[in-house]
């Protein structure tokens, strides 16, 4: 039997009368049941009738944006190149790769070397660092934004968890556990530690004169007060805390030995922390020490001859990786970064370049009627 019905009830996505179906009532007519449809609302989003807003390029409005673009563009980033290349920043290579580096002797050193190996290196700064001092070590060809090395560490553990302290993570894995004893803390991350000890010295007629390195407010706020927390208990005794745990592998020493001072021990010691914070990239740097400017009356280093002693513990030979120390001050716009000033000087350069290009187009050519003439 045919059925027949409007093309308007096709629309509306059912037709007016019922389809007889065998042992049973009528489907879509009016015998009962609510009516389905696949019609969207009557909504001005449903139905797409939102108000819209389409810009017309022409050159009234595409050549001014170019040149206030080139304009603005332009000085912002000679201000920020200018202010970046005013930093002063001074880096040693302390790898020991070259035979005639001072720790060419500690090259193949292992992470337990006992005594450990000891360098120093001789510079000179030719320029004073007025401001206050930021002292970095670098580590190059270091993977740490690996993905199984970033997922290797317990959060709940180096957040005080004292069920995680002794049932770590199994994303520690293979240092989740040394000797069936716990390790605090946990993880590839942890394991690798950077443990080598940097110290400055000035060295003015022959004497030594030991510059003084701020060890604590290196770490962020956040990280030292929120994310890192020593496992609940007495905190003067960080060694009944951590009982039953073992120190990570390639540490001298366990984690609850870092420091003599409680608040910045265990997992709250600071250079801990700042390794934690894994690198994005393969080169990266991080901070080590701060060094105050003591009176506005002399620079915080003068220029002049220093020493840089160094207890090499950490190996980097192995990966063909390289170890540095960085001494920099910073700005308003942080560290030293020409990058952001050669590209905002970049691209103001090109908007007026092509703003000139058109301007010289549209002068040329844009007053030439293309249309076919029509004759009467």
């Not at 022409?58 to 080139?70: E, Q, R, S, Y």
């Not at 603005?72 to 970046?84: K, M, N, R, W």
């Not at 770590?168 to 004893?181: F, I, L, V």
Request: with cysteine.
């Amino acid at each position: 039997m045919a059925v027949n019905y409007s093309a308007k009830e096709e629309a509306d996505g059912h037709p007016s009368g019922g389809v007889g179906v065998p042992g049973g009532g009528a489907v879509g007519g009016g015998g009962g049941g609510a009516v389905k449809t696949r019609k969207p609302d009557n909504t001005a989003f449903k139905q797409q009738r939102l108000p819209a807003w389409q810009p017309i390029l022409t050159a009234g409005t595409v050549l001014p944006a170019f040149f206030i673009i080139g304009l603005i563009f332009i000085p912002i980033g000679i201000g920020i190149f200018v202010t970046s290349n005013n930093i002063r920043e001074y880096e040693i290579d302390y790898t020991g790769t070259e035979p005639s580096s001072p720790c060419n002797k500690c090259l193949n050193v292992s992470w337990d070397s006992t005594p450990p190996c000891t360098c120093t290196i001789n510079f000179t700064l030719e320029h004073a660092f007025e401001s206050n001092v930021f002292m970095y070590y670098g580590l190059s060809n270091f993977y740490q934004n690996h993905r199984r090395y970033v997922k290797s560490r317990d959060d709940s553990q180096l957040n005080g968890d004292n069920s995680s302290l002794l049932n770590p993570s199994k994303e520690c894995e293979p240092y989740r556990t040394n000797e069936d004893k716990p390790i605090a803390p946990c993880g590839a991350i942890a394991n690798s530690m950077f443990n080598d000890t940097l110290e400055l010295y000035r060295i003015d007629n022959d004497t030594r004169t030991p510059i003084t390195l701020i060890k604590k407010g290196i770490a962020w706020w956040t990280d030292k007060n929120v994310k890192f927390r020593n496992p609940t208990g007495d905190g003067n005794n960080l060694t009944a805390l951590f009982q039953g745990t073992t120190k990570p592998v390639n540490w001298p020493k366990p984690v609850y030995m870092l420091d003599s001072e409680p608040d910045n021990n265990g997992f709250i010691n600071e250079d801990f922390i700042v390794w934690m914070r894994t690198a994005a990239l393969p080169t990266f740097r991080k901070l080590y020490r701060l060094i105050e400017r003591k009176n506005s009356f002399q620079p915080t280093l003068q220029a002049g001859k220093y020493s840089l002693d160094i207890a090499y513990n950490y190996p980097v030979h192995s990966f063909d990786g390289r170890k540095r120390m960085i001494l920099s001050t910073i700005s308003w716009m942080g560290g030293k970064n020409p990058f952001l000033g050669i590209a905002y000087i970049t691209v103001g350069s090109i908007c007026f370049f092509l703003g000139v290009v058109l301007l010289f187009i549209h002068h040329k050519y844009g007053n030439r009627n293309t249309s076919a003439d029509i004759p009467n």
